[in-house]
Structure formats: structure tokens, C-alpha cells
Nanobody
Framework: EVQLVESGGGLVQAGGSLRLSCAAS????????IGWFRQAPGKEREGVSC????????YYADSVKGRFTISSDNAKNTVYLQINSLKPEDTAVYYC????????????????????????????WGQGTQVTVSS
């Protein structure tokens, strides 16, 4: 059974940092893609970052570029999202999601560039971790 467990959220002041973790189990952590999404109250879920193991591609939404960094530790079956320079508008529940089949891309485009912040390729979702940023 595939499971994704997020952790690392919390209450921080604006300008602070957090490192979110997505611990994965139930699938081989060799060929995968992990996406991070967030959903603020009253807003749609937004794809903020992606990492793909097969081509080492990454993606960041414009709203988080330069502040968020995605990374993976395959030995620990864990993907991290380092969040720096937090802003009140970053307040949301953060979810990770996994594509364990690595859907194909076209036109030679790397995985995370092709799928960017789309929900489409992801089969499994975690329960989320709350990030609250005070001003």
C-alpha cells in the first residue's frame, strides 16, 4: 500500500523558514515523481514544486521561486521542501503527491517541466501538513 506522510509544518513568523518532509512507503523509490501542493482556505489547490527521479527535473511555481527548494533522499524514501523567507500568503495546508508510474512526456520535455503544477500525473496523496505564517 502506497503511503505518503507529510511533516514539518507549524506556526512561524514572516521571514522564517520551515522544512517539510514527505516520507514515502509502499513503492520502489527509484522511479517516481513527487509534487508538493498547497491549499489555502477558500482557494484552489496550487502546485508549487515537483521533482522527478528519472531525469532529475524540478519545477517551482512563480510564487515560490527563489524561496522554496525541493530535494530528495532516496536512502530515506523522503522528499523535502525547504521553505525560506516565509510570507503570510504562504499559509496553507501543504500536501505531497506521488506518481509511481512516471507518466510519459512528449517533445523531449523533462517530466517536471511538462507536468509543472498539474494534478494530472499523481496517483497518491498525503494527508497534508499545516503551515501558518504570522505577520
Amino acid at each position: 500500500e502506497v503511503q505518503l506522510v507529510e511533516s514539518g509544518g507549524g506556526l512561524v513568523q514572516a521571514g522564517g523558514s520551515l522544512r517539510l518532509s514527505c516520507a514515502a512507503s509502499g513503492f520502489t523509490f527509484d522511479d517516481y515523481a513527487i509534487g508538493w501542493f498547497r491549499q489555502a482556505p477558500g482557494k484552489e489547490r496550487e502546485g508549487v514544486s515537483c521533482i522527478s527521479s528519472n531525469d532529475d527535473s524540478t519545477y517551482y511555481a512563480d510564487s515560490v521561486k527563489g524561496r522554496f527548494t525541493i530535494s530528495s533522499d532516496n536512502a530515506k524514501n523522503t522528499v523535502y521542501l525547504q521553505i525560506n523567507s516565509l510570507k503570510p500568503e504562504d499559509t496553507a495546508v501543504y500536501y505531497c503527491a506521488a506518481d509511481t508510474r512516471l507518466r510519459e512526456t512528449f517533445f523531449g520535455v523533462s517530466y517536471c517541466t511538462y507536468y509543472s503544477g498539474s494534478y494530472y500525473p499523481y496517483d497518491y496523496w498525503g494527508q497534508g501538513t499545516q503551515v501558518t505564517v504570522s505577520s
